[in-house]
């Protein structure tokens, strides 16, 4: 028997698998980069907590320079970074929203995020 009725079906295939692939990759290819940026934010964000906590600087000082760092890491200029002194520790609270054009959906990416100095730094 001939199957003629099936003539097509692996190109279909391939066409929908292929463009779930391209989809995934360049979805990918648009939120790693500012999720990579942020999780690095993270780690500058504990360095001048620690900083500032061992140097005896006020919170503020972890804020500006924070803020001085903001434009490398693409931050938005509209961040809301939040420095204060609780139990006797630095504390900074970062929070900004970073829209990700993706093909007809902009995503949000929220960032909110809070580094405390660490205990045993901490002066008396």
């Known amino acids: 028997m001939r199957r003629s009725g099936e003539r097509g079906n692996a190109n279909l295939k391939f066409l929908v698998v292929m463009t779930i692939l391209v989809g995934s990759a360049y979805a990918g290819y648009l939120y790693v980069p500012v999720a990579f940026q942020a999780n690095t ?5 504990q360095h001048y907590v620690d900083v500032a906590a ?3 600087y ?3 000082w972890a804020g500006e320079q ?3 760092s903001a434009p490398e890491y693409e931050i938005p200029a509209n ?3 939040t420095p204060l002194r609780r139990d006797n520790r630095i504390e900074v609270r970062v929070q900004y929203v970073r829209v990700i054009e993706f093909p007809g959906y902009p995503y ?3 960032f909110d ?3 405390k100095s660490t205990a045993f730094l901490a002066f008396k």
């Open 41 to 45: 934010y993270k780690d500058l964000m």
């Open 54 to 56: 061992t140097q005896g």
């Open 58 to 60: 006020p919170p503020s």
């Open 66 to 68: 924070l803020m001085k």
């Open 79 to 81: 961040a809301i970074i």
């Open 108 to 110: 949000n990416y929220e």
């Open 113 to 115: 995020h809070t580094v």
